[in-house]
């Protein structure tokens, strides 16, 4: 399975862009990256998935370099409703390995005026 | 359109009751999951459902049981209470096996004292 790693919390300020890393070292072949976002009292909200290169949404962006062994979430001009915590999961979200799939402890994005 | 619904959304527990947590999806989702989440953590999977008929453990399934009852219904069954229980659970659905797009409900708080 692979393992994820991101930074405990980030802080920015209103309209600044966001980008949290994950790191994925042992990433297989098979494997797909997906984002999560959780507001305080609900539950967590799907935003983004790739496989490699760029992927964009309306809410948005997942970079992924070529040997995806990380990526990076980007949130462009944050507001403070932007205030979450951010998971990285990472597995082949297509088989039925998907019950081992960990949610980690994420990110927690404040932002601030 | 209401997606994933629970009930309730609040509850406390004496030590060794049973209680159960009522989870229903109308969006012909598949896939249903239970999760828990304690204080500063991620989730994790309690159970999980890859279609009618069926159920698996996931990470933490000690203590809890599970009933898909049809396709748009997926309880959680305390049978007795423990302190260690008390969390926020949530339930998900997901159009197959893989958490791609899952959709979460918005959680039920336990508390067991």
């Known amino acids: 399975l692979a393992k994820t790693t991101q930074p405990i919390s980030m802080d920015s300020y209103e309209g600044q862009e966001v980008n949290i890393t994950c790191s994925h070292n042992n990433i297989a072949t098979n494997d797909y990256i997906t984002w999560y976002q959780q507001f305080p009292s609900q539950g967590p909200r799907f935003i983004i998935q790739g496989y490699k290169t760029k992927v964009t949404n309306e809410v948005a962006s997942l970079f992924i370099p070529a040997d995806r062994k990380s990526s990076t979430l980007s949130l462009p001009r944050v507001s403070l409703s932007d205030t979450a915590v951010y998971y990285c999961l990472v597995g082949d979200t297509f088989t039925d390995s998907w019950g081992k799939l960990q949610f980690g402890a994420g990110t927690q994005v404040v932002v601030t005026p | 359109n209401a997606g994933v619904t629970q009930t309730p959304k609040f509850q406390v527990l004496k030590t060794g009751q049973s209680m159960t947590l009522q989870c229903a999806q109308d969006m012909n989702h598949n896939s249903m999951y239970w999760y828990r989440q304690d204080p500063g953590m991620g989730l994790r999977l309690i159970y999980y459902?890859?279609?009618?008929?069926?159920?698996d453990k996931g990470e933490v399934p000690n203590g809890y049981n599970v009933s898909r009852l049809n396709k748009r219904e997926f309880s959680l069954r305390l049978e007795s209470a423990a302190p260690s229980q008390t969390s926020v659970y949530f339930c998900a659905s997901s159009e197959g096996v893989g958490v791609q797009g899952a959709f979460f409900g918005q959680g039920t708080r336990l508390t067991v004292v």
């Open positions: 459902s890859a279609s009618e008929g069926t159920t």
